[in-house]
């Protein structure tokens, strides 16, 4: 059974003498080169994206990002890093019927929520992810009460061979939006 075939520049480790130092000098490999993808970049630049009608502003990693249409749902923006393999959508949309985090997951969620790798719902927010088919969707939606009651959300998915470098890009982005309350 093949498992995995060598190219050419890992030749190399099929000096190595056993197959669990073989799959963690590939795993080492394959990691390096995701962690690069990123690092490759320079130092992220962020840029503050805004939604004026909503009140909505969250830390964009423009260096990573450009423009690519309108988001699936809601008023706002849609991005994609240049090889098409992440993508972030930022939109926000009236939440007319006051729902609350929990109310919301219950009549949006696609997924069952055993599939959920990580979920935390608060008051005014809830942080979902998830992995699935080699690909994390992470999402996270803050709900702002009052006059302008709404609902402030983003997605963003990306590879999951990347995670330790997305980390804190999602960690900035998702502390970043805004309005936040309670």
């Known amino acids: 059974m093949i498992i995995f075939s060598l190219k050419p520049p890992l030749v ?10 073989l ?3 590939l795993f080492s490999v394959l990691h390096t080169s995701a ?3 990123l690092r490759d970049l320079g130092p992220i630049e962020w840029r503050t994206f805004e939604i004026p009608e909503f ?7 423009a260096s ?27 939109y926000s949309r009236p939440n007319d019927a ?26 005014s927010f809830f942080a979902i992810s998830l992995e699935r088919d080699g690909v994390i969707l992470y999402s996270r939606c803050n709900f702002s009460a009052g006059a302008r009651a709404a609902i402030h959300c983003f997605d963003l998915t990306y590879p999951q061979e ?7 890009v999602v960690t900035r982005i ?3 939006l805004r309005p936040l309350e309670g």
Do not use: C
């Not at 480790?13 to 669990?20: D, G, V, Y």
């Not at 009140?55 to 964009?60: E, P, S």
């Open 12 to 21: 190399s480790l099929m000096r190595l003498r056993s197959l669990p130092s």
């Open 23 to 25: 799959m963690v000098a």
């Open 35 to 37: 962690h690069a993808q």
């Open 55 to 61: 009140g909505t502003r969250v830390q964009l990693p």
């Open 64 to 90: 990573i990002f450009v423009p690519a249409g309108k988001p699936e749902r809601g008023s706002g923006q849609r991005f994609e890093r240049a090889d098409g393999r992440a993508v972030l959508s930022i």
């Open 98 to 123: 006051g729902e609350s985090p929990a109310t919301y997951l219950q009549h949006n969620l696609r997924v069952d929520r055993s599939a959920l790798d990580y979920e935390r719902i608060a008051r």
């Open 162 to 168: 990347e995670k330790r470098s997305w980390d804190a």
């Open 174 to 176: 998702s502390l970043s």
